[in-house]
């Protein structure tokens, strides 16, 4: 078993992956920018909820000039989650920071970990290395890599910056290129799909004819685990997911079902739902619904022997049970069964 450090530990994916490593034998150290409320000490707020085998340090902001050498005393593997997502491709400032963040200070802390003798670093990076958009072939970890917002040209820059500090080092390096990722806990986009769905209210999707690729925090962070613990993962780049892809349709038809409502879904052609949203600067959003993005896994399959052990009907049970637990819902109760 190892002693990892864990960046963006109180992270919406910290918070699963830190837990689940814990379980599986390891010790961590949960790295957060600053504890709950500036207290010191555990709290429920940091998202490691005081489980075994988890200690909690501060690191403060992260960027070129943060100190890591503390929290890396006498670890083996660092897993880096932390980073600065949803970039707006207009606010210069906003990009900026990103790039201070994503690249600067993973960079600083890839250096900072070799340097202390950290045998391997797994980082969380993302799928829009390759682009927004699959078209007819699912990506592979062969795909090209085309960018195409200031988000994922910042993880591209950090993924090269990892691979210069392996090849300069030679510090195991493995990259996660991740699709979108649901579960407990989930915000921003995926939350408001589940208020739609949760309302009944009609929504003008009927007509989509895409395919999307999620990945559930269960199965990330069993993912990550296995990058931990196999000797094979080392100097690899994996695409990981769940495993079955679902039209934008499909996906509120299924998450409708857990809310015991149904989906009504209006066929309205794709192109004036893409007008529309331009129109009103929501093209992004657009994109997401209406657009194809999935990923091959059969590299980790293959590499690895992995095989996602949540399905996605049980992943998504579990973000609507959470969902009215957290008191987003109209609802009090949650009654199994979709």
Request: proline share 6%; glycine share 10%.
């Amino acid at each position: 078993m190892s002693r990892i450090l864990v960046t963006g530990a109180n992270g919406f994916i910290g918070s699963a992956v830190c837990p689940a490593l814990a379980a599986a034998g390891h010790t961590v150290r949960a790295a957060v920018r600053r504890r709950a409320n500036g207290r010191q000490g555990k709290s429920a707020d940091d998202g490691t909820r005081g489980e075994p085998g988890i200690e909690l340090c501060e690191i403060g902001d992260i960027g070129p000039d943060t100190d890591w050498m503390p929290a890396l005393e006498d670890v083996e593997i660092v897993i880096h989650l932390a980073g600065r997502a949803h970039l707006p491709t207009a606010a210069a400032h906003e990009i900026e920071a990103g790039v201070r963040v994503n690249v600067a200070g993973t960079g600083r802390l890839a250096r900072q970990a070799a340097s202390r003798g950290v045998r391997r670093l797994v980082f969380a990076s993302s799928i829009k290395v390759h682009g927004d958009r699959s078209a007819e072939s699912p990506f592979t970890e062969e795909s090209p890599v085309r960018p195409d917002d200031p988000y994922g040209r910042s993880k591209w820059q950090a993924e090269k910056t990892l691979r210069q500090v392996e090849e300069d080092s030679g510090m195991a390096v493995v990259i996660l290129r991740l699709p979108l990722v649901y579960g407990p806990g989930v915000k921003a986009n995926f939350l408001r799909l589940l208020r739609w769905a949760e309302s009944g209210v009609p929504l003008p999707l009927g007509s989509i004819r895409n395919r999307r690729s999620m990945i559930g925090l269960g199965n990330l962070a069993d993912f990550i685990r296995l990058c931990v613990e196999e000797s094979s993962a080392a100097g690899e780049t994996f695409l990981a997911a769940d495993g079955v892809d679902l039209s934008t349709p499909e996906l509120i038809r299924r998450i409708a079902g857990y809310f015991h409502r149904p989906a009504r879904l209006v066929p309205v052609p794709p192109r004036m739902l893409v007008a529309g949203a331009r129109l009103l600067g929501k093209s992004e959003i657009a994109q997401r619904l209406c657009g194809s993005l999935t990923v091959d896994i059969g590299k980790a399959r293959r590499h690895l022997g992995w095989q996602p052990p949540v399905s996605i009907d049980e992943g998504l049970e579990q973000t609507v049970e959470w969902y009215i637990k957290a008191g987003h819902s109209r609802r009090r109760t949650f009654r199994p069964g979709g």
